[in-house]
């Protein structure tokens, strides 16, 4: 009888372990790819706001200067929109993944 509660007791560490490790590895895959997204990201707006730049530079009339201006505004919006959907779906799955392993562990322990 003590030599099984002694194997649960290896058996539920060695699960908890397992899982630890395989929940790690899923946030630091996940935690990557939003590092890699948002890199990506700052690097395409000041791509887009040194185009604007320039393009401003080279203006010689108000209109063209406010349409610019105006252009510059609406792309910035929808991309941060866009932006903001993409990085909502990483964080969620990195969430998701990150939990996974212990859901198994759960319905184990309750079992």
């Not at 108000?62 to 964080?91: C, F, H, P, W």
């Amino acid at each position: 009888m003590m030599l099984q509660s002694l194997d649960q007791i290896q058996k539920l560490g060695q699960d908890n372990v397992d899982a630890a490790v395989k929940a790690l590895g899923a946030f630091s895959s996940n935690a990557q790819a939003i590092a890699t997204e948002t890199a990506e990201f700052a690097k395409k707006s000041f791509e887009h706001s040194s185009s604007t730049l320039e393009k401003l530079f080279g203006v010689r009339t108000l209109d063209k200067a406010v349409e610019i201006q105006t252009d510059y505004l609406k792309g910035a919006y929808d991309n941060l929109v866009s932006q903001s959907a993409r990085m909502g779906a990483l964080y969620s799955t990195l969430a998701t993944e990150t939990i996974k392993p212990y859901e198994g562990l759960l319905a184990k322990r309750t079992a």
